[in-house]
Nanobody, 123 residues
Framework: QVQLVESGGGLVQPGGSLRLSCVAS????????MGWYRQAPGKQRELVAT???????NYADSMKGRFTISEDNAKNTVYLQMNSLKTEDTAVYYC?????????????????WGQGTQVTVSS
């Protein structure tokens, strides 16, 4: 089955930076889109940024100018570069992907979520 694994989370001070990675593995025909979402304690899961295989990106307003999403199609990987981090950025960050995968009968398209990686911004 297709699996997403996030990494790169950790503890940083306000103003610091982190780079998150998400790697998709399995019998993948094509990754149509990948993105990052986050969920803070007591909050709903929210969009951070998305990117399509064609390179179109989308950011939440609070992330623009601070976060950058990028992809490496050859590695089936998406990255999130986070700069100028604030305490309010503290959350679990989840990778999401829309994937066309090989099946026993041919191909099928499905969505997948990773398990998440914790980002904590604190002084």
């Amino acid at each position: 089955q297709v699996q997403l694994v996030e990494s790169g989370g950790g503890l940083v001070q306000p103003g610091g930076s982190l780079r998150l990675s998400c790697v998709a593995s399995g019998m993948i025909f094509r990754i149509n889109a990948m993105g990052w979402y986050r969920q803070a304690p007591g909050k709903q899961r929210e969009l951070v940024a998305t990117v399509t295989t064609g390179g179109t990106t989308n950011y939440a307003d609070s992330m623009k100018g601070r976060f950058t999403i990028s992809e490496d199609n050859a590695k089936n990987t998406v990255y999130l570069q986070m700069n100028s981090l604030k305490t309010e950025d503290t959350a679990v960050y989840y990778c999401n992907a829309n994937i066309t995968r090989y099946t026993s009968y041919g191909k099928g398209t499905t969505g997948r979520w990773g398990q998440g990686t914790q980002v904590t911004v604190s002084s």
